[in-house]
């Protein structure tokens, strides 16, 4: 079994920076990706980005791309993803998640492990 525990959510202005991190533990940690979504109130969650854990290959979801950045600490089992130029739009509930076997990394079903989340706000 693995658990993922995410942190550094928190309230911030339009403008400002966050790191989130999520840390795994249990079981070596060998999952193919983590993946990071959100989920706002009232909306479906969605993906925003992943990285996979061997060779750090990342994807983002349009909507990030260019502001967020996504990487891991395999040494320390660590998954981190750096928010920057936050908009309130980016107001979530902001999950990690790990994917065991390669698959689509934007779809939430390829995922086996999630966190409780963290949240996020961001003031305009």
């Known amino acids: 079994q693995v658990r993922l525990v995410e942190s550094g959510g928190g309230l911030v202005q339009a403008g400002d920076s966050l790191r989130l991190s999520c840390a795994a533990s249990?079981?070596?940690?060998?999952?193919?990706?983590m993946g990071w979504f959100r989920q706002a109130p009232g909306k479906e969650r969605e993906f925003v980005a992943s990285?996979?854990?061997?060779?750090?290959?990342?994807d983002y979801s349009s909507s990030v791309k260019g502001r967020f950045t996504i990487s891991r600490d395999k040494a320390n089992n660590t998954g981190y993803l750096q928010m920057n130029s936050l908009k309130s739009e980016d107001t979530a509930v902001y999950y990690c998640?790990?994917?065991?076997?390669?698959?689509?990394?934007?779809?939430?079903?390829?995922?086996?492990?999630w966190g409780q989340g963290t949240q996020v706000t961001v003031s305009s």
């Open positions: 990285v996979s854990w061997s060779f750090g290959r990342t």
């Open positions: 249990g079981r070596t940690f060998s999952s193919y990706a």
């Open positions: 998640a790990a994917q065991e076997v390669a698959g689509p990394v934007g779809r939430i079903s390829e995922y086996n492990y």
